[in-house]
């Protein structure tokens, strides 16, 4: 593949930029899914929640690639929070997909007032000593809920997905899990493409260069070291989106993106959702 891979703590391989599935209908799910493998994507990030996992699986089996070549995470939904639930609901989500095992599972909001993600976890644990996940890991965990969490648990999560782009750039929690060996997946890495691909600074950088902005965005969590799951429907800019790995970014533009901080979230805050 001509995507670079991360090594997870437990040494596990992961792609470092992945297909986001969010928002796509199951009906759809199987074409996009479809384009992103021929473009050359073998990570593909999908959830209960997000109702396609029917038809991501078809687009993988029907890829004629081999399985073991394809990342596959998915997440368990805020329902399904409890040991017990948490087993049932990865039976789920297999049989949906159509596959026998997923590489990435992940708890996808922590419900910290629900107060049943260590219990959660140790069913994750339970579904990888079972050798049913490669990987496990947490969405939307702040550092606090880590702490708890690796202090009552065994296996410290792989990876941790958190909203993350030039407008939230996260960087108490990329400390926190760069000391714990936890790797950082940046969700809505383009902040949804929402004003942000206007951005003046990244505008011009995307100029500099002869890319668009949604590459230069790319660039930058690449370059820091994030793992990116860019979301498209569009095949071009499915296409585009990984078409980032034969240019880099410099000292001074990765600088100007840096100083886009604002620690604003487009999504909900993980301390108060429940
Ligand atoms: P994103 O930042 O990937 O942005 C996607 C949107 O940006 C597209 O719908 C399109 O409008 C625009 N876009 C994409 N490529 C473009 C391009 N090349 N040029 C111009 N515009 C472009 O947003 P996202 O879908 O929210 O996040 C990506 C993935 O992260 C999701 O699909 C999902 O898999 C995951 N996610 C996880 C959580 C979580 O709680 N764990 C939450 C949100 C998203």
């Known amino acids: 593949s001509k995507v670079p891979p991360i090594i997870l703590n437990n040494g596990v391989e992961m792609p470092q930029l992945g297909f986001g599935v969010w928002q796509v ?3 759809e799910a199987q074409q996009a899914v479809g384009t992103a493998l021929e473009a050359g994507y073998r990570s593909i990030d999908t959830a209960a929640f997000y109702g396609n996992e029917e038809g991501t699986g078809k687009a993988i089996a029907s890829s004629g690639i081999p399985r073991e070549d394809i990342f596959v995470t998915t997440k368990l939904w805020n329902d399904d929070h409890g040991y017990d639930a948490a087993l ?7 049989g949906k997909l159509g596959l026998d095992y997923v590489d990435l599972y992940l708890i996808h909001w922590p419900l910290p007032a629900l107060d049943k993600y260590v219990d959660t ?6 579904l990888h000593a079972d050798g049913r996940v490669r990987a496990i890991g947490v969405s939307n965990f702040l550092p606090e809920h880590l702490q708890r969490l ?5 296996v410290i999560p792989a990876v941790n997905q958190i909203e993350l782009h030039p407008h939230l750039q996260q960087h108490t929690s990329r400390e926190y899990h760069a000391e714990q060996g936890i790797a950082t997946e940046a969700w809505s890495p383009l902040g949804q493409g929402k004003g942000l691909l206007e951005v003046p600074a990244i505008v011009a950088i995307a100029q500099k260069h002869g890319r668009t902005p949604a590459q230069i965005v790319l660039r930058w969590h ?3 070291g ?6 498209s ?10 078409d980032v790995f034969d240019f880099s970014l410099d000292a001074e533009d990765l600088a100007a993106i840096s100083a886009l901080n604002e620690d604003r979230r487009i999504g909900p805050d993980p301390a108060t959702l429940s």
């Open 88 to 94: 049932r609901a990865f039976d789920v989500s297999l």
């Open 222 to 224: 690449l370059q820091l």
């Open 150 to 154: 690796t202090g009552e648990t065994s």
């Open 25 to 27: 209908p199951d009906a």
């Open 121 to 126: 976890y140790r069913a994750l644990e339970k």
């Open 226 to 231: 994030n793992i990116v799951i860019p979301k």
């Open 233 to 242: 429907v569009t095949p071009a800019r499915i296409k585009e989106n990984i």
